[in-house]
């Protein structure tokens, strides 16, 4: 069965380091997002790409978070400089972005826990 | 975004036992759906319900869409150890989806 794929997952640092996290969707999903999970609650979307495009990142701090999804197809969200307050599971989902629906079934990956110390 | 209220917060439960957990909204939903997180894992969806007063089941689960499109309801039935892990309703609103915070379910053997 295909599943979208994330890495690391878990990652350790310090703050005010920079921390990547990699995320391979399921195949030919045309709809990437980015969510952040802060313990006892549930998940907040950061980001959402259709495609390469960006569709919503308003929920995305840009001054330290970045997202990109260069070809369409993998992505990666960076966190430069981390603080204490990012620790938390990050998780990707997707979705194959072709029902023109206004909700599509998001398939989410293991995500990865980050603890910034 | 939308303000999704699960309760309880956390229960134990007995092996063998029944279940019930519900979520509620200040807004309307047309879709709720709901989903289960096993520890160190990403949440997996168990149930969709997309119509107001819409009972449906999947297995041991059976969710319900509540009258007013303001609350839904998860039952488990005969609840077994790999029923343990967190278990969120959400709604999707303008593309996006909202959480709730989650109901820890704890089964004792």
């Known amino acids: 069965e295909a599943e979208v794929a994330q890495s690391p997952r878990y990652k350790i640092t310090e703050k005010s380091q920079a921390v990547a996290f990699w995320c391979d969707p399921i195949?030919?999903?045309?709809?990437l997002y980015w969510y952040r999970q802060i313990l006892g609650q549930g998940p907040e979307l950061l980001v959402q790409f259709q495609d390469e495009s960006v569709v919503d990142d308003s929920q995305l701090p840009k001054d330290r978070f970045s997202a990109e999804r260069l070809k369409g197809v993998d992505s990666t969200l960076k966190i430069q400089p981390a603080e204490l307050g990012d620790s938390a599971m990050y998780l990707c989902?997707?979705?194959?972005?072709?029902?023109?629906?206004?909700?599509?079934?998001?398939?989410f990956g293991p995500g990865t826990r980050l603890l910034v110390l | 975004g939308q303000q999704l209220n699960q309760s309880p917060q956390s229960m134990f439960i007995q092996e063998g036992e029944d279940v019930s957990m519900n979520c509620t909204s200040s807004?309307?939903?047309?879709?709720w759906l709901w989903y289960k997180q096993d520890p160190g894992e990403g949440p997996v969806l168990l149930i969709a319900l997309y119509k107001a007063g819409e009972l449906t089941s999947n297995g041991r689960l059976t969710a319900q869409f509540g009258i007013t499109r303001k609350d839904s309801f998860l039952n488990i039935s005969a609840s077994i150890p790999s029923d343990v892990g967190i278990y969120f309703c959400a709604g999707p609103n303008d593309y996006k989806l909202s959480f709730g915070a989650g109901t820890t379910v704890t089964v004792r053997a």
């Open positions: 195949s030919g999903h045309a709809t």
């Open positions: 989902a997707s979705s194959p972005g072709t029902s023109g629906e206004q909700w599509e079934t998001q398939y």
């Open positions: 807004s309307i939903f047309n879709t």
